[in-house]
């Protein structure tokens, strides 16, 4: 019986560590291509200044483009964890009101705040890149 509980907490351990190794080697490798996206970029960018004609219009146009289209990718990311964020909120709050008395199901009010904060930042307060401002 007592090696049953020490073969059960090395088995979690072993997964604890796995899933701690794991994701530091994730959000390393991650910063590093970031990195490694940011020198090239600036390399670009380098040369474009030493050069002239009309590639160069051509290249930012198309550095312009993928900005533009990394903004759009981070606020729709941003408008759907808000939703995601509120329904989680919203079901929490009918959960609670339904299977217990009282006030418990203010709970879901909690997350049900935070979704309706990132989608008033998303919607309303965030600069926009199209205008360089808010919009």
């Known amino acids: 019986m007592y090696s049953r509980d020490i073969v059960g907490t090395v088995i979690t351990s072993v997964i604890m560590i796995a899933v701690f190794t794991f994701i530091s080697v994730q959000v390393w490798a991650e910063q590093r291509r970031k990195e490694r996206e940011a020198f090239y970029r600036s390399e670009v960018l380098r040369k474009l200044a030493e050069s002239t004609g009309e590639q160069v219009q051509q290249v930012l146009d198309v550095m ?72």
């Not at 217990?100 to 904060?117: F, Q, R």
Request: aromatic residues 6%.
């Open 64 to 135: 312009r483009e993928q900005d533009h289209n990394e903004e759009r990718q981070r606020r729709e990311g941003g408008k759907l964890a808000g939703l995601i964020v509120t329904a989680v909120g919203i079901g929490l709050c009918l959960m609670f009101a339904f299977l217990t008395p009282g006030a418990v199901w203010a709970i879901g009010l909690i997350p049900l705040l935070i979704g309706a904060a990132l989608l008033i930042h998303n919607y309303v307060l965030a600069p926009r890149m199209e205008d360089g401002g808010r919009s």
